[in-house]
Nanobody
């Protein structure tokens, strides 16, 4: 019953920044671990970042650590992905996702049960 709506994608030059937003519904939004995944043409969906239900646990793929920051504002039912120092290899469709349980491993898309529609991020060289 959780619904997720993404916004904030677009076109940016290498070295630039974008912030993706994911607005969720439901009274228990704050209890859901949230993840960001991305999928480039011809590739499988890959893990980007995740955050625990209350925001105390942060997890990043090595490819984005130090450049991307995941955060959440549970009062406004919103999760963010701040993307800095973007590279052309970051070009992909980005999806936010929510689990329905506590996760001890955050990186598998199969553990997330609710998904946003995706946001295109294109980084030019």
């Amino acid at each position: 019953q959780v619904q997720l709506v993404e916004s904030g994608g677009g076109l940016v030059q290498a070295g630039g920044s974008l912030r993706l937003s994911c607005a969720g519904s439901g009274r228990t939004f704050s209890t859901y671990p949230m993840g960001w995944f991305r999928q480039a043409p011809g590739k499988e969906r890959e893990f980007v970042a995740a955050i625990s239900g209350r925001g105390s646990g942060l997890f990043y793929d090595d490819s984005v650590r130090g450049r991307f920051t995941i955060s959440r504002d549970n009062a406004n039912n919103t999760v963010y992905l701040q993307m800095d120092k973007l590279k052309p290899t970051d070009t992909a469709v980005y999806y936010c996702a929510a689990s329905d349980r506590t996760l001890y491993y955050q990186g598998s898309p199969y553990d997330y049960h609710y998904w946003g529609q995706g946001a295109q991020v294109t980084v030019s060289s």
